[in-house]
């Protein structure tokens, strides 16, 4: 074949447009994967922190969940100091999620099923103030997803007593001692026998007809 100046301008034009379509399909791919993730935190109080951790802990989308408390009125308590149902803390749980993967309304569907929202003297075995439920709000979307959360579980008759669980602005929130934290991991067998014996696991098949952990 004998290249001339119209063909060689012709070759250079077709491979122009290949190296334009691959570099494009490359920019592209680049884009997905550097595509940054739009974390955002969630609060809950459902009692014993160790359960409503480990309902969380391991879902698609969560990035971590931790143990602590919040709701209070004195800095950085100390597991002792909330127990004694002084300090105006609940023993609570942070969430820290890509809602891209999982969204807000989700986890507080979840949250639900983690918990008695008719009791207002603590959940299960344990009593009090510091293990009464709440769902911490960190900004107003987070809290009309809650209110309106609230009211569809109120409708849906499947309790016979009135919904209890508090909607409150999220508070300064300290980490538990690290003992707290994956509990459900570091002594399973502790956290099972304490799961059943407060009675917390039959109350939730009993109600939702499954457990999450």
């Known amino acids: 074949?004998?290249?001339n100046k119209k063909n060689v301008i012709g070759f250079l034009?077709?491979?122009t447009l290949i190296y334009s379509a691959i570099a494009k399909g490359a920019s592209q791919?680049?884009?997905i994967k550097m595509e940054k993730e739009i974390l955002e935190k969630a609060t809950f109080a459902g009692g014993c922190f160790w359960c409503i951790e480990s309902a969380f802990d391991e879902l698609e989308g969560v990035k971590e969940a931790v143990s602590g408390y919040t709701g209070g009125k004195i800095e950085k308590?100390?597991?002792?100091e909330v127990s004694s149902g002084k300090t105006g803390h609940y023993e609570a749980v942070q969430v820290t999620f890509?809602?891209?993967?999982?969204?807000?309304n989700e986890l507080v569907e979840i949250f639900w099923q983690q918990i008695d929202p008719t009791d207002p003297t603590g959940q299960f075995a344990d009593k009090g103030s510091q293990y009464k439920t709440a769902i911490f709000?960190?900004?107003?979307?987070?809290?009309n997803i809650a209110d309106e959360s609230k009211k569809k579980l109120e409708k849906s008759g499947k309790f016979d007593k009135p919904i209890v669980t508090e909607i409150k602005e999220a508070k300064e929130f300290y980490v538990a001692e690290d003992y707290h934290q994956d509990y459900y991991k570091k002594c399973?067998?502790?956290y099972r026998n304490y799961k059943v014996g407060s009675g917390r696991e039959s109350f939730l098949k009993r109600i939702w007809k499954k457990v999450t952990d």
């Open 29 to 31: 791919k680049g884009e």
């Open 77 to 80: 308590p100390t597991y002792m």
């Open 188 to 190: 399973p067998v502790r």
């Open 13 to 15: 034009i077709v491979m």
């Open 98 to 104: 890509d809602s891209k993967k999982i969204t807000y």
């Open 137 to 143: 709000y960190h900004n107003e979307e987070q809290k």
């Open 1 to 3: 074949m004998i290249l």
